[in-house]
T-cell receptor, first 114, second 112 residues
Framework: DGGITQSPKYLFRKEGQNVTLSCEQNLNHDAMYWYRQDPGQGLRLIYYSQIVNDFQKGDIAEGYSVSREKKESFPLTVTSAQKNPTAFYLC?????????????FGEGSRLTVL | AQSVTQPDIHITVSEGASLELRCNYSYGATPYLFWYVQSPGQGLQLLLKYFSGDTLVQGIKGFEAEFKRSQSSFNLRKPSVHWSDAAEYFCAVSGGSYIPTFGRGTSLIVHP
């Protein structure tokens, strides 16, 4: 089945550590996105990529980094510079050829900083 | 710039009652509009979408939404709510950049 796979589903880290969240899609979508979700704040865009080897900052990119070396993969690194990293992270993808903004989501990764 | 407002943080309904979740958007031209649903600890699933044409759109799970340009609204409705509909609902809008903006969500609580 086609879809988006995020891993791990739950992740714990100590303060000062970098962690990387994985996102893989087999939908053949060009665009991929990372959102952060906090209670009562909806989804906030961290980074997005519309093509391999290119990505743009979203609204809350500080303390995060990404790469897009393959069409299928868009990993997110939460660095030690992120002041409040505990959150639910969602990866999504879309077909840029349709240009509508309709997104397909993974199941999410919950990061807890101890 | 585009924006979305979901005025209700929580909505409580009884099972079998009708439901309307409100969504107001801001965008200068005709937008693309979406409603997504999220169960606890899960990703978002698309319920329905409006691109153009008929302003009343049907979605999955018996949901529908009506685009009203004069009111800049895209409210979600369901005639009879089931206990399994309890979830978080997000309205989203996309325009020229095709990067969607999401509302803060409405949490639906269903009483038996």
């Amino acid at each position: 089945d086609g879809g988006i796979t995020q891993s791990p589903k739950y992740l714990f880290r100590k303060e000062g550590q970098n962690v990387t969240l994985s996102c893989e899609q087999n939908l053949n979508h060009d665009a991929m996105y990372w959102y952060r979700q906090d209670p009562g704040q909806g989804l906030r865009l961290i980074y997005y990529s519309q093509i391999v080897n290119d990505f743009q900052k979203g609204d809350i990119a500080e303390g995060y980094s990404v790469s897009r070396e393959k069409k299928e993969s868009f990993p997110l690194t939460v660095t030690s510079a992120q002041k409040n990293p505990t959150a639910f992270y969602l990866c999504a993808s879309s077909m840029t050829s349709r240009h509508t903004g309709e997104l397909f989501f993974g199941e999410g990764s919950r990061l807890t900083v101890l | 710039a585009q924006s979305v407002t979901q005025p209700d943080i929580h909505i409580t309904v009884s099972e079998g009652a009708s439901l309307e979740l409100r969504c107001n958007y801001s965008y200068g031209a005709t937008p693309y509009l979406f409603w997504y649903v999220q169960s606890p600890g899960q990703g978002l699933q698309l319920l329905l979408k409006y691109f153009s044409g008929d302003t009343l759109v049907q979605g999955i799970k018996g949901f529908e939404a009506e685009f009203k340009r004069s009111q800049s609204s895209f409210n979600l409705r369901k005639p009879s709510v089931h206990w399994s509909d309890a979830a978080e609902y997000f309205c989203a809008v996309s325009g020229g950049s095709y990067i969607p903006t999401f509302g803060r969500g409405t949490s639906l609580i269903v009483h038996p």
